[in-house]
């Protein structure tokens, strides 16, 4: 079961009213009525408790006609926090909070969907800040700033954790820190506007951004929102480092077709994903599909005609879906996966499913099919080998395995009857919704079919250092054997090895990455060499 604990017991010393500030109006509204909306809206939540002080309930209309639990206010927010998780204890048989503040009106309910899920891997998720200003402490230490963040609410927990932990004599603000060590943390760094109301001035302030975001008197308009929003910490760590001028005239692109396609796919919200690097990502709902994804790539990564190719031709039985595209703006619109985890090797009875429909079901291609955008794998891998004097490091390293590559591509797969594939099927790109496993972000590709595999066993085996690459190699190569013959696996592997590596000096400032797959070159030789005498 999933509670939220709406946090209303402050009485708002510095906030200068007559009444606690989460009973003030924003637009006729409490500010508290706002945080309520947001929670009520959340698909994920099964029951809402508020602590407060309960001469106030006639201050909010939500609250009076509301379903809602009410346990009572401490003197400290450890107590209020205590005395909320107490009546959960005693009336429910809870699996994970999501703990709110009721003077935070610019909550959303997919985020709160989204903690609820993210807890079903996760201890704690936190919402947290990147500090921006200068730093020290009241002694003038010299801080780093790197080393701290700011931590806010909605915070998430799975409840036993919590409830066990919990010491309501903890000295320190951050709830999470009674948790054992060790414990699993997620830091949200999404939630930019999350305004907590301190000061009585802030009314003005909120009121005005609400506006903007579409939930007074625009209520059924989400057209207007802050752009900041769609700059997300995965455009930071790659195209805002890389490409900067160029991607922030396309977020500029990206925020002006908004509009327009929030009317024609009927979208009612949305919530940017901080990870994609290549492009923009929202999980959206739509009155009209459900829940969907926006996914927005620009024009000089060179990628989005060749995937919403891919899109189209790949197999239905284990692509997630196509609903719709939009050409000018470059954004395609997805089903959601959902609840949306990475895959994993461990979930093996899935992996084989989706890989014998990968195999089984995979399109082959023929002279008389027109690919306009889907390159041929070979011809990439010549353009990497002819490309070695751009490589801003490991030329030296990189250069005689592209070589060798390209010859153990000409000896083996010449004439290898070619498909149409996914061409980059990692645990990154296969989403699980409980049930089973979805592909997403095709790269799109004519090759081999063994190709289908290599990316998954790469990723895996990188992801586990501690287990042994040589030794987890193995397993995962005896595992992708039930699919394809092992032989011509590791050639491709070897083959793709070495185009990843000349990936991997452009996307990375630092060649460890780069160092680590061609280690994984040399074993997989090593294997190959063993095993073919």
């Given at each position: 079961m999933n509670i939220v604990i709406v946090m209303s017991g402050g009485v708002g010393a510095r906030f200068g009213a007559v009444i606690p500030k989460q009973y003030n109006l924003i637009a006729g509204r409490p500010v508290i009525d706002y945080v309520l909306d947001a929670v009520d809206a959340s698909r994920l939540t099964n029951r809402v408790v508020i602590v407060m002080d309960p001469q106030w309930v006639n201050y909010s209309g939500k609250i009076k006609?509301?379903?809602?639990?009410?346990?009572?206010?401490?003197?400290?927010?450890?107590?209020s926090m205590y005395n909320g998780m107490k009546l959960i204890k005693e009336r429910y048989a809870c699996d994970k909070i999501v703990i709110v503040d009721a003077v935070a009106p610019f909550l959303f309910p997919e985020l709160i969907d989204?903690?609820?899920e993210k807890l079903d891997t996760y201890d704690v998720v936190i919402t947290s800040q990147k500090i921006t200003g200068g730093f020290t402490d009241i002694n003038d230490s010299l801080l780093d700033r790197e080393q701290f963040i700011i931590t806010q609410s909605p915070e998430g927990f799975r409840f036993e954790m919590l409830w066990n932990n919990f010491d309501l004599s903890f000295p320190y603000q951050e709830t999470a820190g009674m948790l054992p060590a060790g414990s699993k943390r997620y830091y949200n760094y999404d939630f930019k506007n999350n305004l907590k109301l301190t000061y009585d001035f802030e009314l003005s302030y909120a009121e005005f951004m609400l506006r903007n975001l579409g939930k007074t008197n625009n209520q059924n308009n989400i057209a207007f929102f802050d752009k900041s929003v769609l700059i997300t910490?995965?455009?930071k760590s790659y195209l805002l480092r890389n490409e900067r001028e160029k991607t922030l005239q396309w977020i500029d692109a990206v925020y002006a077709s908004m509009p327009a396609l929030i009317a024609k796919w009927e979208i009612t919200s949305f919530l940017p994903n901080q990870i994609s690097r290549y492009g923009l990502v929202l999980q959206a709902k739509s009155r009209k599909f459900g829940d969907v994804i926006l996914k927005f790539i620009p024009e000089f990564v060179n990628r989005y005609e060749r995937e919403f190719?891919?899109?189209?031709?790949?197999?239905?039985?284990y692509m997630c879906g196509l609903i719709d595209a939009d050409?000018?703006?470059?954004?395609?619109?997805?089903e959601k996966v959902t609840p949306a985890r990475f895959a994993c090797f461990e979930e093996n009875l899935k992996l084989t499913e989706l890989f014998s429909h990968v195999i089984g079901d995979a399109v082959?291609?023929?002279?008389?099919?027109?690919?306009?955008?889907?390159?041929?794998?070979?011809?990439?891998?010549?353009?990497?080998?002819?490309?070695?004097?751009?490589?801003?490091?490991?030329?030296?390293?990189?250069?005689?395995?592209?070589?060798?590559?390209?010859?153990?591509y000409e000896e083996t797969f010449a004439d290898a009857k070619r498909y149409i594939l996914h061409g980059d099927l990692h645990e990154q790109n296969i989403l699980d919704n409980g049930e089973r496993f979805y592909g997403i972000d095709p790269n799109g590709m004519l090759g081999p079919i063994e190709l289908e595999c290599v990316r998954f066993i790469r990723n895996d085996v990188r992801n586990h250092p501690n287990f042994g690459y040589t030794e987890r190699f193995e397993i995962l190569l005896r595992s992708f054997a039930r699919f394809v013959d092992i032989g011509r696996l590791v050639r491709i592997f070897i083959i793709d090895m070495a185009f990843c590596t000349y990936n991997s000096v452009f996307e990375n400032s630092k060649p460890d990455e780069t160092h680590v797959?061609?280690?994984?070159?040399?074993?997989?030789?090593?294997w190959m060499e063993r095993n073919s005498k």
């Open positions: 006609s509301g379903d809602y639990d009410i346990a009572p206010n401490g003197n400290t927010r450890y107590e989204d903690y609820f910490e995965g455009l190719e891919a899109m189209c031709l790949l197999p239905k039985t050409e000018g703006s470059r954004c395609m619109l997805l082959p291609w023929n002279e008389g099919m027109k690919l306009e955008h889907i390159p041929y794998y070979y011809d990439e891998l010549k353009d990497k080998l002819a490309g070695v004097d751009r490589m801003p490091y490991c030329r030296e390293e990189v250069e005689p395995e592209l070589e060798y590559a390209v010859r153990l797959d061609l280690e994984l070159i040399r074993i997989a030789r090593e």
